[in-house]
C-alpha cells in the first residue's frame, strides 16, 4: 500500500508532540516565572514547547516523502552496545571512578556506529571524558571519585 508520507517520520514526530506536550503541561503545575527570574517550571515548559515544535518539524518532514519499500535490518550491534554502555555505567561507576567509566562508556557508544572507526571513537571518548570531568566533577562538584577503589584509589 503506498501513501503521500513517511509512516516513520510521522509516528517519531508524534511521539516527539506527545513526550514534549505531557511535560510542557506538568510544568504549569510549577511556578514559571519570567525569562529574567526563572521558577522550576519554566525550563520544563521552555524545553517541553521545543520538543513540540521539533515533534512537529518531523512529522511535516515526512509529508510527501514515502517510505522506503526495502525494509532495513534493526541496528543489533548499536542497539547491543548502547544498552551495554548504560549497563555498564551504572555497575561500575562506584568502583572504577568518573574518568574510567566515562573514558569506556563513550568510546563503546561511539563505536556503536559503524560510520565511525576506532581512532574517532577514542578521540571523542577522551575528549567527552575531560569535559565532562570539568563541567560535572570540577565544576559542579558531583560526590563521585574521578578514580574508583577498583584502580586502587
Not at 509512516?7 to 513526550?19: E, N, Q, R, Y
Not at 510542557?24 to 511556578?31: F, G, M, P, S, T
Not at 548499536?78 to 563513550?106: A, D, K, M
Amino acid at each position: 500500500m503506498a501513501t503521500d508520507f513517511s509512516t516513520k517520520d510521522l509516528v517519531s514526530g508524534g511521539i516527539f508532540v506527545a513526550a514534549g506536550a505531557y511535560f510542557a503541561i506538568e510544568a504549569l503545575n510549577y511556578e514559571v516565572g519570567t525569562a529574567f527570574r526563572m521558577g522550576p517550571g519554566f525550563m520544563p515548559l521552555l524545553l517541553g514547547s521545543v520538543l513540540v515544535a521539533l515533534g512537529l518539524g518531523v512529522a511535516a518532514s515526512g509529508w510527501k516523502k514515502p517510505d522506503a519499500e526495502e525494509a532495513l535490518a534493526p541496528p543489533w550491534r548499536g542497539i547491543g552496545l548502547i544498552i551495554g554502555v548504560i549497563v555498564f555505567f551504572g555497575l561500575t561507576i562506584r568502583g572504577l571512578g568518573f574518568v574510567p567509566v566515562v573514558l569506556i562508556g563513550s568510546f563503546g557508544a561511539a563505536m556503536a556506529s559503524r560510520l565511525n572507526s576506532p581512532l574517532f571513537a577514542i578521540i571523542l571518548a577522551v575528549a567527552l571524558t575531560v569535559m565532562c570531568t570539568l563541567i560535572f566533577v570540577i565544576g559542579l562538584g558531583m560526590s563521585v571519585p574521578m578514580f574508583g577503589p577498583w584502580l586502587g584509589q
